[in-house]
């Protein structure tokens, strides 16, 4: 099963609006309610990053039996330094970002927490790729 | 803890969810930071906050988190009760600071997540 969302730029009110529908799916298809929270949790936090940091993005998602595999890809300005950002407090997050309740520097750990594997590819000045997977 | 006795205790408004006055909540977890929201695990939590934005309610929905009670007089927005109705919740209005709700919540039972 694959599903593609487009996540717009500055774009808060929508944000969440595709981890929504993926919990929808997800229900539908009777996965247990923990591994949908923990997909939800981590998309939704991506989904954020991408509306707060990168000026928006894509979001792929593939499910399967086996499990979920969702990719959000961005043309944003890249993370310059990826270690400091997998920190818990670190953020360069903007007043709007944290007006709407985030923007602490707890997105990415809060991601690494609830999937079974993160892959991040960045570079600076092209954008950020992040894929996620979640074993069912 | 009931959601009709937190109510009562908190000189509360129920704005949406009357009918499930008699429901019961096991945690009480307040703040204002979403991603704080998002590390908990557990089930039958109330989330006391004073964040009034439709992140409030989209956090609530991927936590499954049912209940929500606004503290400081917070105006819910048309937005943030439409996506709370979709989603089947429960939203309460108190007048009383973030503090003064805890404290009472605490005192009279409800249980704290850490």
Redesign the interface.
């Known amino acids: 099963m694959h599903f593609e969302y487009t996540i717009l730029d500055n774009d808060?009110?929508n944000?969440?609006a595709a981890?929504?529908s993926i919990?929808k799916i997800l229900k539908q298809l009777n996965i247990d309610?923990k591994k949908i929270?923990r997909v939800?949790?981590a998309v939704?936090?991506a989904e954020?990053n991408a509306i707060a940091h990168a000026n928006g993005g894509t979001i792929y998602v593939d499910i399967d039996d086996k499990g979920i595999e969702v990719t959000i890809k961005d043309s944003g300005p890249g993370i310059a330094d990826l270690d400091l950002a997998m920190q818990v407090g670190y953020s360069t997050a903007s007043q709007k970002v944290r007006?709407?309740?985030?923007g602490?520097g707890?997105?990415l750990p809060?991601i690494k927490?609830n999937v079974d594997l993160l892959d991040i590819k960045t570079e600076v000045g092209v954008g950020t790729q992040i894929k996620m997977v979640v074993n069912f | 803890m009931k959601i009709g006795e937190i109510a009562a205790l908190l000189d509360a408004t129920c704005i949406l969810g009357e009918e499930r006055r008699d429901e019961e909540v096991i945690y009480g977890f307040a703040s204002d930071l979403m991603s704080d929201v998002l590390t908990l695990t557990q089930e039958g939590i109330l989330l006391i906050t004073g964040l009034c934005n439709i992140q409030t309610i989209r956090t609530a929905e991927m936590a499954n988190i049912q209940f929500i009670l606004f503290a400081r007089n917070k105006q819910i927005t048309k937005d943030m009760l439409t996506l709370a109705e979709q989603e089947n919740m429960v939203l309460l209005q108190t007048r009383y600071s973030l503090f003064k709700t805890s404290g009472i919540l605490y005192q009279a039972g409800l249980k704290s997540v850490y």
């Open positions: 808060f009110a944000a969440g981890s929504s919990k309610a929270k939800v949790i939704y936090e954020v007006e709407m309740g985030f602490a707890m997105g809060n927490n």
